[in-house]
């Protein structure tokens, strides 16, 4: 006679006793990773060095496939750390449990990235999706995002996704931060934000490091405004970026002393958005 109970007990010890698969982009992506081991072995010296194909330039991190995201070949490369370990765990929600979801968005477990579950390698391919911008912009306002040693705020925190040709990880990731800032104390010295209702170029003279010409910014013209399309500006100027210019392009997002929130573009080849949004 068939001892139905027993044979299902080993149907579902099997997975365990044997090893689970790797994770990969299809369960990520599906949202389908409680079966599955997110991966956590990554090498740095992975496939190819990959060149931007506006610039010629060198790019940060290699990987196996270049220009087509965190593909399953790139499981082990550690350019995609993020999306295959750190993201992945945020899904499962058993070691990573700090994890802030909004529909295919994730804040990590660390507070520190906002990442997606769709394959998007970086700013150029983002296009007009503001849900990750709106999930930061959302946390900053209440109740904060907390950091290891602060918790950022809309009058402290900064947003800001890097250039092609200045990121680490091969997939789109928006920076959250909590510094001292010049640009906000630059930002916070205009008294009419009407001057920006549309991109126009800031002075970078506050800014040594910054070329003249390679940031600009669009304001709120609403105090306390939480949804700024920071997405849908940023797809908007990259639709006259020509050349090398569209890999130079990174964007973010920060409030002035004021309360009114900035939209802003840099294009500073040696340095990120990062730098401008977290580090000035």
């Not at 997110?38 to 610039?55: E, L, N, R, V």
Request: glycine content about 8%.
């Amino acid at each position: 006679m068939i001892n139905l109970p027993a044979i299902l007990s080993i149907l579902l010890y099997l997975p365990w006793a044997m090893g689970l698969a790797t994770c990969g982009n299809a369960d990520i992506a599906g949202n389908s990773v409680t079966g599955c081991d997110c991966p956590d072995t990554f090498i740095k010296s992975c496939g190819q060095q990959c060149t931007d194909p506006h610039c010629m330039s060198t790019l940060h991190g290699n990987l196996k496939t270049c220009h087509v995201g965190c593909v399953d070949a790139n499981i082990g490369c550690d350019a995609c750390y993020l999306y295959f370990h750190s993201l992945c765990l945020c899904m499962q929600g058993t070691v990573a449990k700090k994890c802030i979801q909004d529909g295919d968005w994730w804040l990590l477990n660390d507070h520190k990235l906002i990442t997606t579950t769709q394959t998007i390698p970086g700013i150029l391919q983002l296009g007009s999706d503001n849900t990750g911008w709106q999930l930061g912009q959302t946390q900053l306002a209440s109740p904060g995002i907390p950091l290891v040693s602060s918790t950022a705020t809309r009058k402290t925190g900064t947003l800001s996704v890097n250039s092609v040709l200045r990121r680490t990880e091969e997939q789109i990731h928006i920076h959250v931060c909590d510094a001292s800032s010049q640009l906000r104390t630059y930002l916070t010295t205009i008294a009419l934000p009407g001057h920006f209702k549309v991109l126009a170029p800031l002075p970078t003279s506050f800014l040594p490091n910054f070329p003249t010409g390679t940031i600009w910014c669009q304001a709120s013209q609403t105090k306390g405004d939480q949804r700024v399309d920071v997405a849908g500006i940023t797809a908007e100027y990259l639709k006259n970026a020509n050349g090398c210019e569209k890999s130079r392009v990174g964007a973010g997002l920060i409030t002035d002393g004021n309360d009114y929130s900035w939209a802003c573009i840099t294009t500073a080849q040696d340095f990120s958005a990062e730098d401008l949004f977290c580090r000035t």
